[in-house]
């Protein structure tokens, strides 16, 4: 991993903008005491790319795939398949009709993008007087890195771990009310939820659909990790509940303005293709695409965007899916029981989940009572001790007075992806440098 980490960052004096990487080089610098870190921090492994995918980059391009596409909605061959995956997969009503209930636009520089540019087209069509706010769950991805920089305020619904981390639709009742103009909120639904990896009820989505429909707010719908649920886990599509409901005589205002993301990245363990697929009402992608991305980039990675369309029209990616679900699941399994057994946390600790490729679980008591820096001694504890980084259980604020809440979170996330192997070993290193549950402190 230390060579990995050399060809993948920038030089040690410039590494202080991003902790791990600073981390880490502390570490190797001091001679890799406990042997090459594992990083179990940023959802990344930088090699488990599938061999298939990979080799379709080597034969069968196209000459065109090197110059420009001249469509912002991203290489035709995949836009058109990416119209019947994302109808399939989500099991979308059979009456609706692609380019005219929803249309579909590759995501070739990733969805944080696409997510930005919806906070400018929300931006540019709320009234001055409307207070743009963003509404999403905590703990929570990376939502006020996308949004605050535009000029939103955060609210955060709060997912107690007592409640399973499932969403409460009467707290969105609830920030709906205090954020007034709906014209200039966006309501967060993510409903395989990162970083707890809990699959969100139906029924719950089903409310939050609902609720932000009524209110005529926007609706953001981040599917980042809708592919990879355990087996035996059907994924909650907060976009099929959107599409049935928009769908029913009566529903009420069907102009509502609404975006699903979906990271194929992240299903297929290729980060840094950039490639997924934005869902929205035909007007709102227009927009997106033929506006506001093209304020600042014309369609790219187009070779990537051939292979992908090769891929996914094949059934080699489905074989592979199904296999790193299942990967997923018995690493899920195997660390909860490795957690309790060797580390000594109790089971209301853990929150294995059932969805993402991630693992949430609480830090040792000697470490849960600073609220304020917990978790970052614990994670860098880890890494000094054990050679081992395990990442933050949140990317929400650890306090955010200003949003008239706090928002500490005592948990680590342990990401799932690399070979069992490598979670085996950074697990068994943990509990032979004593950082279990009583002998951490």
């Known amino acids: ?245 928009l769908a029913r005589p009566g529903a009420g205002d069907r102009s509502v303005r609404w975006l699903a993301v979906r990271s194929l990245g992240k299903q297929f363990n290729c980060n840094g293709w950039g490639i997924g697929v934005s869902t929205a009402p035909p007007p709102i992608l227009d927009r997106l695409v033929n506006h506001f991305q093209l304020q600042r980039s014309f369609t790219a990675a187009v070779p990537l965007q051939n292979a992908m369309a090769r891929w996914l029209d094949g059934e080699e990616s489905e074989r592979y899916l199904r296999a790193f679900r299942q990967g997923c699941a018995g690493k899920r399994a195997w660390a909860a029981d490795f957690l309790r057994q060797e580390l000594g946390c109790p089971a209301e600790a853990l929150c294995p989940g059932n969805c993402t490729s991630y693992f949430l679980f609480r830090v040792p008591p000697p470490y849960a009572a600073d609220a304020r820096d917990g978790v970052t001694r614990f994670r860098r504890d880890c890494l000094r001790r054990a050679g081992v980084l395990l990442g933050a259980g949140t990317m929400t604020p650890q306090a955010a007075p200003e949003e008239g809440q706090a928002m500490a979170v005592p948990y680590v996330r342990m990401f799932l992806g690399p070979p069992l192997s490598s979670v085996e070993t950074a697990l068994h290193r943990l509990a032979e440098a004593g950082m279990g549950w009583e002998r951490s402190c």
């Not at 035996?232 to 976009?239: F, K, V």
């Open 1 to 245: 991993m230390g060579t990995v980490l050399d060809d993948v960052t920038e030089d040690s004096w410039l590494r202080g903008h991003f902790k791990d990487a600073e981390w880490v080089a502390e570490y190797l610098d001091a001679g890799a005491p406990s042997g090459d870190p594992i990083y179990l921090s940023l959802g990344e492994t930088w090699s488990e790319a599938p061999e298939g995918l990979a080799r379709l980059l080597g034969s069968g391009l196209p000459a065109y795939a090197h110059g420009y596409v001249i469509s912002q909605y991203g290489l035709p061959a995949l836009q058109r398949l990416l119209r019947d995956y994302v109808a399939r997969t989500h099991a979308l009503p059979a009456g609706l009709t692609a380019g005219a209930d929803f249309e579909v636009a590759v995501t070739c520089s990733g969805t944080r993008n696409a997510m930005f540019d919806y906070g400018r087209l929300i931006l540019a069509d709320a009234p001055r007087t409307a207070s743009p706010t963003v509404i999403a769950p905590a703990p929570g991805w990376d939502y006020r890195g996308v949004f605050a920089g535009l000029g939103f305020r955060m609210t955060y619904l709060p997912l107690a771990a007592s409640q399973g981390f499932q969403p409460a639709p009467e707290a969105l009742r609830e920030a709906l009310a205090r954020a007034g103009d709906p014209r200039g909120v966006i309501v967060v639904i993510n409903a395989q939820h990162n970083p707890t990896g809990v699959n969100w009820d139906e029924d719950l989505v089903a409310d939050m659909v609902r609720l932000t429909v009524e209110a005529r707010a926007n609706l953001l719908i981040d599917d980042a990790y809708y592919g990879v649920t355990d087996p035996g886990t059907a994924p909650t599509s907060a976009l099929r509940l959107l599409a049935e409901r």
